[in-house]
């Protein structure tokens, strides 16, 4: 008992050592739900549990993922989702689901209770009503990849067989069969080439039952700057036939600094023409302006995206084609827009989505990573430094060798050595800040002491010379 | 007894695996008078970990295999930082501008990553480049700049 408690003791050290929560909340009127979750890391396995409020009604759920004797295991909620060729299967399960790779063969089975999964950014869950079981086998051999899959969800029986051949100019996959008790018969096809692509694609979408069909064939063309696209689209949802097509070409100017594009899109409802520009203002901001012609109506929108550090913010209008609109125009414009911010060990997404109908929804949700009781403490990512004053350190043992690795702070601000001893920060101000060494946190092995010389203060300029710092190792 | 070391060479490897670490993307090419640009370090382990950026410049011979040195005084480069410390799952950018006096120009950053400190023992670190081609026109920068090396990639 005592030997099992040691191995225990000693494997656990790793574990604990590894120990990290990640912790999420958020609402949202695009999902209707309320919620939070947290995720444990563990070496070897995470764990997720999430809980919340979604279209007024409780739901609560909880997964583990981990490897055991080669296999890839879930137990718990999962939504189960396998593709083969141009066919898919969803099944969220509430039980277990294996997989196994080797070099030409995967195979995949689960079962458990089957339902509806919730899955947000903030939480996932699920309800269950009734069984679920299934498999997947995938061989490949020279360039070809076979699939078959089955699963029976209540009383939904699918039934899928699958190719798929990619060479390094074309691929052709096909997949026909059973999906949710209803016939499918999907395949794309295509071809490319350095300069041009040929596409052709016919889909069967079945969701709750009904069923729709797309088909498109597409061409594109692209020689670095200049690059051109034309689509054409079928579409047939519940008895209506609708169709569409859409052209459009690009062509990038100064490296890429400034982008022109133009689409046109025509169906039976009328045509609608939209120009873009797209300007590189700074290497984090590009700004996009639109102008949209519909029905002899001009429309002027923008968007744009600013990549940083402390947060990233994307404003965006995306045009989908939706086969379900009955007696309108199937291309659809929607905005959205969305802005995330960091601040240490914490994130915060805001994201709106303005349908077509005009309704403005929200997603808004924050999550954070915060160690475990037994894993100390955990340093959060130091907060981006710009500015023109630097402060430059030098880092060197009592022989003037550079040490690598140091970690000293300037202000609130850490700044590590390289391997010749030397870190630079940058500052808004040259207003004097104080400088503390931490040897307990040093890179280098060793124990670690500053010396009692060493300044306490130091000024950001413009042009600084480097701030020797001696330290000694005992 | 086989099942303590059983034990102890599990808890080795535990503690030994190296930290997971990435840079994206590995290899850019910029153009212009002054080229702006940037990468992404991000720590995917569950330990938090130190980088430390070092910019470098290299040489190719006719098999290209590169060669380092110090960053040469023609290549001007402006970091927005040189060392970060990241937390678990997180990742960072760092955005660059440079200049060059003479183009085609080139320069790798190597991302160095330690995991924490310890008293006594071995520091294990992670080299991990991003390099940078730096030309007047975007097209076949990397090319180009490699052939002003000495070195043709179109005769791999």
Known sequence: MRKLLFIFALLLTPAARGQVFQLTGGSSTTYNAVGGGVTMWLPGSATQVGAGYADGHFVAGASTHFLFQGWDIFAGDHQQSITAGAGSVAAPIRGLTASKKTKHQAFLIFAGAAGDLFSAPYFTSMTTNHFGTGYQYTATFGGVELDSLGAIIGARKSELESATWKQKHFNLAGTTGLLQNQFLLNGTAGIFTKYISLNGARQDYIFQGEKSTVENIGAGFNAGALSANASQFRGVADGNRTSGWTTGAGYQLWDGAVGLRGMYFRSAFGASETFSVSERVTPRLRIVENVTQQKGNFTIDGGGTYVGNRFTATVDWQEYFMPDLVGRSPFERALTASVTFNVRNAGATLATLLTPNGRIKYTAYADTYVNGPLGGSVPGQQAPRTGRYTVALLVVDPHGDPVAGATVYVGKELCITDTLGTCLMRFHSTKPLPVLVVCSEFGTPGRWAASAENPVTTAPSSDPAYVKITVNRQ | ?156
């Open chain 2, 1 to 156: 007894m086989k099942t303590f070391f059983a034990a102890m060479a599990l808890l080795m490897l535990a503690v030994c695996s190296p930290a997971q670490t990435t840079v994206t993307p590995p290899i850019s090419e910029v153009a212009g008078k002054v080229g702006h640009g940037s990468f992404t370090v991000m720590n995917t382990a569950l330990a938090p970990i130190f980088v430390t950026l070092e910019a470098r410049s290299f040489s190719v011979d006719k098999q290209g295999n590169p060669t380092y040195r110090p960053l040469d005084q023609t290549v001007h480069l402006s970091l927005d930082g040189m060392s970060v410390r990241l937390g678990p799952k997180q990742q960072r950018t760092f955005f660059y501008t440079v200049k060059c006096d003479t183009k085609p120009c080139a320069f790798t950053v190597y991302n160095t990553f330690t995991a924490g400190h310890t008293d006594e023992g071995m520091q294990v670190a992670i080299h991990l480049p991003a390099t940078v081609y730096f030309c007047d026109k975007m097209k076949d920068c990397r090319q180009d700049t490699l052939m002003a090396m000495g070195y043709d990639t179109r005769k791999k």
